[in-house]
């Protein structure tokens, strides 16, 4: 295991992130969805540092893996509260291919959001595949796979304080 951002820098980045989320939408009432479950660390940290009225909804994307069908999704808003008429902030751990945030932003547009801004703690460098960028990301990363502060792998990891780029030898620890 390798840190690529240590405990200090994430809370840096995501200070930034609540200050840029504040510039751009003042006192206004705001839901906050985070996407499940790597956003979770995030959605509780960026939270505590907005002060305007504030919903905090959760949404889930999974992808069929091992189909052909590259970005195929399916979105999971069962638990999320209504959001017609509302402005909202989608929080992503990661913006890598941009399936999952595109495809959410679709889905919120359906259900006619008033407006949708998005951010994510980081962004891979080259790897992007969907038109959209998110308005905010705090860190942009190459192109390794990264774990910690909700990331996973094999669903460990996610408690790391610090994000870390896993290595070869880390594998057969997990879980
Ligand atoms: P995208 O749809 O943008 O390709 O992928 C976004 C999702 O893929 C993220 O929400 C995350 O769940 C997963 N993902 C992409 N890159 C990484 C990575 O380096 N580490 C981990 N743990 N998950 C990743
Ligand atoms: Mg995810």
Known sequence: MRVLIDEEQVGQGVRRMAQFITAQHGDRPLTVLGVMTGSVVLLADLILLLEMPLRVGVIQASSYRGGTQRGELTIHDELMPTITGCDVLV?????DTG????AIVR???????ASIRTAVLLR???TQVVAMEPDFAAFDIPDEFVVGYGLDYQDAYRN?????VLESDDLHHAK
Do not use: N, Q, S, V
């Not at 399936?99 to 595109?102: E, F, N, P, S, V």
């Not at 889905?107 to 959001?113: D, F, I, K, P, V």
């Open 91 to 95: 929080l992503d751990d990661i913006f």
């Open 160 to 164: 790391l304080p610090y994000i870390a």
């Open 124 to 126: 891979k460098e080259g």
């Open 107 to 113: 889905r919120l547009e359906m259900l006619g959001a």
């Open 99 to 102: 399936h999952t945030l595109a």
